[in-house]
């Protein structure tokens, strides 16, 4: 492997955010009935002509000024011509010749910058449903706005490649542009790959890698079909120019189609649709919608908070988590207390919601209630969690809950010692096993004395009266 270095080019397709296609007017709902929103315009009836989704050209233009491309003032569409079966009009409105947006990068965290090749609008194609013997087709998606982003071949590592879609994604997301869900599929990704001896200037013979539904499917495969090369290549072998499919179940990448050819998709320009300039005004209306950019804002928490970098990560990979958490530290002046709440309890509830974070109500101010009475132990842990739960959707005041629910914590001794004895006198086999020297069995005490205490006794403070009334 030593003697080969690993090119890679990916190519992202993303749905834009907007609520009707890029040339007709039906609606994008993924969740529809399928063949339900379509109309003679998407699918290409004789007669019918297309009108340009303004909307989709302002989140494209986003998208460019976001990953620093050179912005073409004016662009046109054409048709890109092929026969299959989800394409109702047997060619596709696309962008070739001149796209919107070129010569682009991102940077990943070493610092080494991605180019990013070209950017350009079209139309997405159907979805094909595979059954066992037959195939249906949802005409559905036809005619999404779809934006193609196109890198460099110059990710040289399967985790180079993880790390650029990560960004990638959380760059798209964080500008607004797309929801980039993958398993809604209004995100996915093709990769290239080949290999080549150390010191060449020549790029070996590309593979094309299709068929990959995660970050984590594409690190596989791309692993995968570099070892796989790899052999191919140190037998004396030529490796085939071919499309290959990444069976997840087999964790190994199987042959689809052979490209010794490229493909002639005869483009040639939309005769139905006119050449497009930029209004006057919309870069930098789109230039200051951008706000903080994920690695930018990665940057500023680790500075600004003394955050680990793990933490951080967790942190940024929701914008709407990271920017509770700076509303939280602005009423709360302790970064990691709020930080170990907010990437502990609150996120694990958060992600059981049916909504994720959209169905969130609990407000910034009434959340750091909670770390703060946690940290005076006025709630222990077990209470600070319910009353976490009964606020996180609700924003009901935390007070109000630890006043009706009686979650106050019992820290006083006097209060906790009959509980302390009847735990003991209760359990006198965990009694015998704990003076024996098992160390564990106090543990099983404590839990007594909580559960007669209906959660609200202070654990730390149950456990040293434990052990101080145990060693008499």
């Known amino acids: 492997m030593s003697e080969f270095e690993t090119v890679i080019g990916l190519e992202v397709h993303v749905q834009l955010k907007t609520k009707s296609k890029i040339f007709c007017g039906c609606s994008v709902d993924s969740q529809s009935r399928p063949n339900t929103n379509i109309c003679p315009v998407c699918c290409g009836y004789p007669g019918v002509l297309p009108v340009f ?3 989709a050209f302002k989140l494209a233009t986003r998208v460019c000024l976001a990953f620093n491309c050179k912005i073409n003032p004016s662009i046109y569409f054409e048709r890109k011509n092929y026969f299959y079966p ?27 910058p991605i180019g990013i090749n070209r950017v350009h609008l079209e139309e997405d194609a159907g979805k094909l449903i595979h059954k066992d013997n037959y195939s249906l087709v949802d005409y559905n998606r036809t005619g999404t706005p779809l934006l193609e982003i196109v890198s460099e071949a110059e990710i040289n590592s399967s985790q180079e490649a993880f790390e650029y879609l990560t960004y990638l994604k959380l760059t ?33 013979v590309k593979v094309e890698i299709k068929n990959m539904n995660s970050f984590k499917g594409v690190k596989a495969a791309l692993e995968y079909e570099i070892k796989r090369q790899a052999v191919v290549l140190e037998k004396g ?5 071919e499309t290959r499919l990444w069976d997840q179940e087999l964790s190994k990448t199987t042959p689809m189609r052979s490209k010794e050819k490229a493909h002639d998709y005869r483009y040639f320009p939309e005769p139905d649709l006119l050449d497009f300039s930029l209004p006057p005004g919309l870069v930098a209306e789109e230039k200051s919608s951008l706000g903080e950019l994920p690695l930018d804002k990665r940057k500023r928490l680790l ?3 003394s955050l680990g970098e793990k933490e951080t990560d967790v942190l940024i990979a929701l914008r709407e988590l990271s920017d509770f958490f ?8 302790h970064p990691k207390e709020v930080l170990n709440w907010l990437i502990g309890p609150f996120l694990e509830q958060v992600n059981n919601l049916e909504g994720g974070f959209s169905a969130v109500r609990i407000s910034a101010e009434n959340f750091v209630k ?13 209470a600070a969690k319910k009353v976490l739960s009964l606020a996180l959707e609700t924003d009901q005041d935390v007070d109000e809950i630890i006043n009706s629910h009686q979650l106050t914590q019992m820290s006083d001794q006097g209060e906790l010692e009959k509980f302390i004895e009847e735990a003991l006198s209760d359990n006198p086999k965990a009694v015998e096993e704990y003076l024996s020297g098992k160390s564990q069995a106090m543990q099983f005490l404590v839990g007594q004395v909580m559960k007669k205490t209906k959660g609200k006794a202070n654990p730390k403070l149950a456990r040293e009266m434990l052990e101080r009334r145990l060693e008499r």
């Open 303 to 305: 500075e600004s908070y």
């Open 53 to 55: 989704n303004f909307q």
């Open 370 to 382: 909670i770390v703060r009475y946690f940290s005076e132990n006025k709630l222990n842990n077990l």
């Open 326 to 333: 700076e509303t939280a530290v602005k009423r709360y002046a």
């Open 86 to 112: 989800d394409l109702p009009k047997n060619y596709q409105i696309s962008q070739y010749q001149r796209p919107l947006g070129e010569k682009g990068s991102l940077k990943l965290l070493s610092g080494k």
């Open 237 to 241: 072998e030529k490796v085939i120019q």
């Open 172 to 204: 798209l997301q964080y500008i607004g542009i797309s929801d980039c869900d993958m398993e809604k599929g209004s995100l996915r990704c093709d990769a290239n790959i080949s290999l080549r001896a150390k010191g060449s200037p020549k790029l070996g």
